[in-house]
């Protein structure tokens, strides 16, 4: 797998955004992506306010967004099954696994899945 490219899950990109100093050193430089998860994620959060809004916009607008796909989709699935991961972390990883790259991720359920994709989880 190649470590200059990452699949960033949603807490990592808001620890980012939010200024986190320690993350934003170990992810510049990287090329990063994203699942169509995280973008969903990202622009859902109900207490939204227009300027985080458009803060995550200018980043998405930055980083490519995967799709789902029928490999995608037939690996999450596969994925939920053997370790019951959540659908949309399961869909996250499978992406990751679907690109080749490295998850990061600051959510210990990917733990689950660890011996199944390359992970890098963050710790604050």
């Known amino acids: ?14 620890y980012a955004l939010k200024g986190d100093k320690a993350l934003t050193e170990m992810i510049d430089g990287r090329d990063l992506y994203i699942s169509f ?3 969903i994620e990202l622009l859902s959060f109900p207490k939204i306010d227009r300027e985080g809004i ?5 980043f998405l607008e930055q980083v490519p967004v995967i799709e789902s796909n029928p490999v995608i989709n ?3 699935i596969l994925l939920r099954r053997k370790s019951g991961l959540e659908i949309p972390d399961s869909i996250i990883a ?6 080749g790259v490295r998850l990061m991720t600051a959510d210990k359920d990917f733990k689950k899945v660890d011996t199944e994709i390359d992970l890098l ?3 604050k």
């Not at 797998?1 to 808001?14: C, H």
């Not at 458009?54 to 200018?58: C, D, G, K, P």
Request: no cysteine; charged share 25%; net charge negative.
């Open 1 to 14: 797998m190649d470590g200059d490219r990452l699949l960033v899950d949603t807490n990592i990109i808001l």
């Open 37 to 39: 998860i995280t973008r």
């Open 54 to 58: 458009a803060l995550i916009e200018r």
């Open 74 to 76: 037939a690996d999450a």
């Open 94 to 99: 499978a992406s990751a696994r679907f690109l």
């Open 121 to 123: 989880l963050y710790q």
